[in-house]
C-alpha cells in the first residue's frame, strides 16, 4: 500500500468494519493491511471482553501496522547524521491518538509478550523493534506467511539478538582484523589503489554471519561476487587468502616465466576457498572475477550458481547459494541490477534466492544520492520482488549480525532474494589517491571525526566486562605480527604465482584453442534413429496440423539421405550430443520456436497446451536438455549464460540473440567476459553465441551481428568466429565445440533466409562423414580459374546463382567458415592451387567498414602475395537501408561488380 499523507482513523476503522464483513469489499491494498492487523491478534489473543477493548483501538491497530511499515523512516542506520526523533506519518494524531492515551490499555496483537499493554509500552516495543539501529522495509511483501514469519522473528525480541560473548568477541576479532589490515596497507603501500574497506569494517562480521546461518541449511558452497570496495579484507578475512599472496600482488614480486595472459589488477581476481564456519562446517567459496564495469558480474554469479547447483543435483537449490556485494550507487544505477533481479522466480534463471548486500558509502564516486537515483534508498528497485529490505547501522556490528542472520535465515526458509542495506561510508576518496574535500567537505569532515568501527565496539565490550584493555592490545599486536611476518617473508623475493584452482574438476579440458580436427561425424544408423525419435510424437498428442506436416518432412530428409536444413541438423547435433552424455542448455528471446519459426524444439498439444520436448525423449541415460524462452534482455541473460558455461564444462551452453543486431546491448559482457576473460584471469569458457546475421531488406536493426566488432575483440585464441554456409557444417560445429578438448567462446553467424532456401541444405552422408571444414572450396572444381573469389555467409549463394545466370566457368568461390582463429595453411592451399589467376576479390554484404573486409584483407594478402580487392557495400554509419528498393539495388550491384551483369538484365538480388 502506498505511504498515505495521512492516517484517517475514522476511516480506517470503517474500511475495517468493510473488510470484516467482506475482504472483497475492500481493495486489495486494504486487504493486505487488515491481514497483517489480524496476524498480530492471531499471535496473543486478548483475554479481555469485547467491552474492554477501547473505542480507539482500530487507530492503535493503524499505529501498529504503521509502524511495522514506516518504522524504518525513524531507525536510526547513518553514521553521520543524527537519529531521527519523530516522524509526521507516525504521529499520535494521525490514528485518533493523543498523549492522553498514553496510559491507556489496550489489546497487543501480538505485539508484545503480554496481552494487554498501555500505548506507552507499546510504542516503546515498537520503536525498539523498528526504529533503532535497524530499518526494515517488509510490510509490500503478498505473502502474508512471508511477513507473519519476519514480524515473529523481530518483534519478539525487539531486534536485539542475544549473543553469547564468545559471538561478540568473534565479531569484534572481524572488524578488528579488517582495521589492523588496513592501516598496515596504508603505511606500507602508501597512495596505492586498493579501495579499502574502512568505513564498511562490518561487511566482515555480516559475511561470516551469512556463511554461518546458510550452512546450518545445508550449504556446501558460496559463489560470491563482488566489486572492489573492500575485495582484498575479505579475500583474506572470510575466505582465509594469505597475507604473502596478498603481499604478492602488492610487490608484483612473480617470476615473469610463470605468467600468462595480460593479467589484471589486484582487487579484480577471483579466488577459490574451503574455509571452515563459526559452527565449524565446511565450505567452499567460489569469489568470482570483477570487472570495473560494476554490477556487470551479478548474472554471471547467478549463471555460475545455476550450474554448480545443477552440478550438485541440489533441486532443493540449498546445497549452493549465490551472494552478491554492490555499492549503494550502482545497485540504484546500473540496469544488469534490474534484470538480473527479474531473473530470480524464473524457471530458467532462478537459484532459489540471492542474498544481496550493500555497501552503502552513501556516495559514488563524488556523486551524492539526491544526483544519483529518484527514490529514497539505493535499494528500492529490489522491491519489485516482494522481498524484505534490512537497512543496518555500519559501525553497529551486533545490529548488523542480526540482519545478516536474519536474512539469510529468510533466504533458507522461503528461497528469495533478500537485501541487507549496510549504511556505512569510505574513509577516503573513491580510492587512496583521491581527495575528496574537492567535492563533499562537509561530509568528510563527518568521517574523519568518526573513530574506527574496531574501537567503539571494543569500548561496547569493555562496558560488558566480555574484553578488557589487554585482550583487545594482544589482539592488536597478534595480528600486526602475523601480517608483518608474511610481508618481511615476501619483500624483496621472487614469489610463486597464485594456483589457478577454478579448474580442478575440468577434466583435462583446456582453454587454448587447438587447430586439430575433432571426430564429429555420426554413423547413419545412429542418425536415422536419432530422427525417428525426434520427429515422433505420443499417441494422443497433437501438436499443432503444420507442425505435424514439419516434423515429416524433416524425418523424410534423413530417411532419403537428402535436403537436411538447419534446424535438422541442429536437432540431430543435439540428439547425438544427449546420447553421448553431454548436457545442452539453449536460451535466449524465443529460443525454443526460434525467431523465424524454425527450430520448434517444444511442440505443444493444440487443445491443452502440454509442452513436450523430443531432445528429452531418446534413451535411458541421456543427458537433459533445456531451452528456455528468456526474459526480454540480453546483458542479463548472456551474463548469465556465459557463468553458467563457466562452470558447466562438460556441457553445452548456448545463448541465442532474437536478431544479432541485439547482442550489443549485452557489448560489456562481450568485452569483458566472452573475449577477455582468458587473457585477464585465465577463466575458459566454451559459450556459444547465436547470432542471426544476413541483408534481407529488413533495414538496419535487422541485419548486422556486427561481425566485425568480434573480429576487432578477436586475438590470441581467445574466441572462434564463424560465418557458416550449410547445415552439415552447423552440425560437425556445434559436436566439435562440445567434443574438443578445449573450451573457447564461439560466436556464431546464423541464417535467417538460408533457413528456407532450397539450395542451401545437406545430405545425411555429409554429416555420417567428415568433420567441421575452416574453409570451403568450390564444388564446381572450375578449370581455367582467372577469378578467386573469397566470402563468408548467405552472400555465397547469391553469388553462385549468379555465376550459374552467367555460364561463367573460370571463377572459383573460396567460403571462410571460420574467421577466427583464422586458418591461414588452410587458405594458403588454395593460394598455391589457383596461383595463376589474375584477380582476388573479397565480396561481403557489410559495408565497407564493417564485416570483415578490414580484418580480412591483410591477411589474406600476406597468403597470396598481391592485391586482394573489394566488393561490397560503401562504408556507412548504418549496417543497411530501410528501404527495400535500394536494398535490392544494393544486392544486385554486389553481384554484377564481382561477375558483371547478367545479359537479360534479370536481377537476383535477395
Not at 617470476?255 to 564456519?277: F, M, R, W
Not at 558480474?297 to 551472494?323: H, M, S, W, Y
Not at 555420417?768 to 566470402?791: K, M, S, Y
Amino acid at each position: 500500500m502506498a505511504v498515505p499523507e495521512t492516517w484517517n482513523h475514522h476511516y480506517i476503522d470503517a474500511q475495517y468494519q468493510k473488510w470484516k464483513t467482506d475482504p472483497k469489499s475492500v481493495s486489495t491494498d486494504w486487504q493486505f493491511f487488515f491481514n497483517g492487523f489480524e496476524l498480530g491478534r492471531q499471535g496473543k489473543p486478548a483475554t479481555g471482553t469485547r467491552a474492554d477493548i477501547p473505542d480507539n483501538q482500530s487507530g492503535l491497530a493503524a499505529l501498529v501496522n504503521a509502524y511495522r511499515d514506516l518504522g524504518h523512516l525513524l531507525a536510526c542506520m547513518d553514521p553521520l547524521s543524527s537519529c531521527p526523533t519523530e516522524h509526521p506519518l507516525l504521529a499520535f494524531s494521525e490514528f485518533g491518538l493523543s498523549t492522553a492515551d498514553l496510559d491507556t490499555e489496550f489489546d497487543t496483537m501480538g505485539v508484545t509478550a503480554a496481552p494487554r499493554a498501555s500505548l506507552k509500552e507499546i510504542v516503546q516495543h515498537l520503536k525498539q523493534t523498528y526504529c533503532r539501529n535497524i530499518g526494515v522495509e517488509y510490510m509490500h511483501l503478498q505473502d502474508p506467511n512471508e511477513r507473519r514469519w519476519l514480524q515473529q522473528r523481530m518483534e519478539p525480541v525487539r531486534n536485539i539478538p542475544a549473543f553469547s560473548p564468545e559471538t561478540k568477541i568473534r565479531i569484534f576479532k572481524k572488524v578488528c582484523s579488517a582495521w589492523t589490515f588496513e592501516q598496515y596497507l596504508n603505511k606500507k603501500f602508501v597512495g596505492v589503489t586498493r579501495f579499502s574497506l574502512e568505513g564498511g569494517d562490518s561487511l566482515l562480521p555480516l559475511l561470516d554471519t551469512v556463511l554461518n546461518r546458510v550452512t546450518e541449511n545445508g550449504c556446501r558452497e558460496i559463489i560470491l561476487g563482488m566489486a572492489h570496495r573492500g575485495r582484498l579484507n575479505v579475500q583474506t578475512h572470510i575466505l582465509g587468502k594469505s597475507y604473502d599472496d596478498i603481499f604478492g600482488e602488492f610487490e608484483s614480486c612473480y617470476d615473469p616465466d610463470q605468467l600468462t595472459g595480460a593479467g589484471d589488477v589486484k582487487y579484480h581476481n577471483g579466488y577459490l576457498s574451503d574455509i571452515e564456519t563459526a559452527a565449524g562446517r565446511a565450505l567452499r567459496i567460489y569469489l568470482m572475477n570483477n570487472p570495473s564495469h560494476l554490477e556487470a558480474v551479478d548474472p554471471v554469479v547467478i549463471g555460475f550458481c545455476r550450474a554448480r547447483q545443477e552440478i550438485l543435483d541440489d533441486t532443493d537449490r540449498n546445497k549452493v547459494v549465490p551472494l552478491l556485494i554492490h555499492g549503494d550507487a550502482a545497485f540504484a544505477g546500473q540496469g544488469v541490477v534490474a534484470e538480473t533481479l527479474n531473473m530470480s522466480q524464473l524457471r530458467g534463471y532462478t537459484v532459489g534466492g540471492t542474498i544481496h548486500i550493500i555497501i552503502n558509502n552513501q556516495i559514488g564516486y563524488t556523486t551524492l544520492p539526491e544526483d544519483a537515483r529518484s527514490t529514497r534508498y539505493s535499494t528500492d528497485v529490489a522491491k519489485m520482488l516482494m522481498v524484505p529490505i534490512f537497512h543496518v547501522h555500519g559501525e553497529d556490528p551486533v545490529s548488523v549480525a542480526h540482519a545478516a542472520d536474519l536474512a539469510a535465515a529468510y533466504r533458507n526458509t522461503f528461497h528469495k532474494d533478500v537485501v541487507i542495506d549496510l549504511v556505512c561510508y569510505r574513509r577516503y576518496g573513491h580510492n587512496e589517491g583521491d581527495e575528496p574535500y574537492f567535492t563533499q567537505p562537509t561530509m568528510y569532515d563527518r568521517i574523519h571525526e568518526r573513530p574506527p568501527v574496531y574501537k567503539l565496539f571494543a569500548d561496547q565490550l569493555l562496558e560488558e566486562k566480555i574484553m578488557d584493555e589487554q585482550m583487545v592490545e594482544a589482539f592488536i599486536t597478534e595480528v600486526n605480527h602475523t601480517i608483518d611476518d608474511a610481508y618481511l617473508r615476501i619483500h624483496g623475493t621472487t614469489c610463486p604465482f597464485p594456483e589457478n584452482r577454478f579448474y580442478e574438476n575440468w577434466d583435462n579440458i583446456t582453454g587454448r584453442y587447438a587447430a586439430d580436427a575433432v571426430d564429429t561425424a555420426v554413423p547413419s544408423k545412429d542418425l536415422l534413429r536419432l530422427a525417428t525419435l525426434l520427429n515422433t510424437v505420443p499417441a494422443k498428442f497433437q501438436p499443432h496440423r503444420k507442425l505435424i506436416n514439419l516434423i515429416k518432412k524433416r524425418l523424410a530428409a534423413v530417411e532419403s539421405g537428402e535436403g537436411l536444413d538447419w534446424a535438422n541438423a541442429e536437432s540431430l547435433a543435439f540428439g547425438s550430443l544427449l546420447e553421448q552424455g553431454i548436457p545442452i542448455r539453449l536460451s535466449g528471446q524465443d529460443c525454443a520456436r526460434g525467431t523465424f519459426s524454425h527450430r520448434h524444439s517444444v511442440l505443444y498439444h493444440r487443445e491443452t497446451g502440454e509442452p513436450y520436448t523430443p531432445l528429452n525423449h531418446l534413451s535411458d541415460g541421456q543427458a537433459g536438455f533445456d531451452v528456455f524462452n528468456s526474459l526480454l534482455a540480453e546483458t542479463g541473460v548472456l551474463g548469465f549464460d556465459y557463468g553458467y558455461a563457466a562452470a558447466m564444462a562438460a556441457g553445452l551452453t548456448l545463448w541465442e540473440a532474437q536478431f544479432g543486431d541485439f547482442a550489443n546491448n549485452a557489448q560489456g559482457i562481450i568485452d569483458l567476459f566472452i573475449a577477455g576473460a582468458q587473457s585477464k584471469w585465465q577463466r575458459a569458457n566454451g559459450l556459444v553465441m547465436l547470432l542471426p546475421h544476413g541483408w534481407e531488406g529488413l533495414g538496419p536493426e535487422h541485419s548486422s551481428a556486427r561481425l566485425e566488432r568480434f573480429l576487432q575483440l578477436a586475438a590470441d585464441d581467445n574466441i572462434q568466429v564463424c560465418n557458416l554456409t550449410t547445415p552439415a557444417q552447423y552440425f560437425h560445429l556445434l559436436r566439435r565445440q562440445a567434443l574438443a578438448p578445449y573450451r573457447v567462446p564461439l560466436v556464431l553467424m546464423t541464417p535467417k533466409s538460408l533457413l528456407r532456401l532450397p539450395a542451401a541444405v545437406s545430405r545425411l552422408e555429409d554429416l555420417t562423414t567428415g568433420t567441421f571444414e575452416p574453409v570451403l572450396g568450390d564444388p564446381d572444381q572450375p578449370n581455367r580459374v582467372r577469378q578467386v573469389i573469397f566470402c563468408s555467409g548467405k552472400i555465397y549463394y547469391q553469388l553462385i546463382q549468379h555465376r550459374q545466370k552467367l555460364k561463367s566457368s573460370d571463377a572459383a568461390i573460396i567460403r571462410v567458415e571460420q574467421m577466427y582463429p583464422f586458418p591461414e595453411a588452410v587458405l594458403g592451399g588454395y593460394a598455391e592451387k589457383y596461383k595463376k589467376a589474375g584477380h582476388w576479390v573479397w565480396v561481403q554484404e557489410e559495408p565497407e567498414n564493417m564485416g570483415a573486409w578490414t580484418y580480412i584483407r591483410p591477411r589474406i594478402e600476406s597468403i597470396i602475395g598481391r592485391q586482394l580487392n573489394y566488393v561490397g557495400r560503401k562504408a556507412a554509419p548504418s549496417p543497411a537501408t530501410g528501404f527495400p528498393a535500394i536494398h535490392r539495388a544494393e544486392q544486385a550491384a554486389i553481384s554484377e561488380q564481382t561477375f558483371g551483369p547478367i545479359p537479360d538484365g534479370q536481377s537476383i538480388a535477395g
